[in-house]
């Protein structure tokens, strides 16, 4: 059973940064497409960057597009997302979710394994 654990979220000011972390265990990290989500107040969760099974491939959603950059470490078995420039509307609780062997989808039917959630705040 695969489990992930979102870290990193916080209190930032507008054009700050963070980088948000997802930790997998309970099977390598190697074969896993994750994806970021988040759900700002009020809002349907939405996609915001993916990388491939092989980590070859990785897509972002226009809104974060140019200050969003995923990465991975197979063997630390952990996925980053850096996120610059922040600003007040990418307030929500980021999420990552996993699935295996997949391509990376925006779609979140496409996913298998989903994390609980870390919040962030961006202030004005």
């Known amino acids: 059973q695969v489990q992930l654990v979102e870290s990193g979220g916080g209190l930032v000011l507008s054009g700050g940064s963070l980088r948000l972390s997802c930790a997998v265990s309970g099977r390598t990290l190697s074969g896993l497409a994750v994806g970021w989500f988040r759900r700002s107040p009020g809002k349907e969760r939405e996609f915001v960057a993916a990388?491939?099974?092989?980590?070859?491939?990785?897509s972002y959603a226009d809104s974060v597009k140019g200050r969003a950059t995923i990465s991975r470490d197979n063997a630390k078995k952990r996925v980053d997302l850096q996120m610059n420039s922040l600003k007040p509307e990418d307030t929500a609780v980021y999420y990552c979710?996993?699935?295996?062997?997949?391509?990376?989808?925006?779609?979140?039917?496409?996913?298998?394994?989903w994390g609980q959630g870390t919040q962030v705040t961006v202030s004005s």
């Open positions: 979710a996993a699935d295996p062997l997949g391509p990376g989808s925006s779609q979140q039917i496409s996913y298998n394994y």
């Open positions: 990388s491939s099974w092989s980590g070859t491939i990785t």
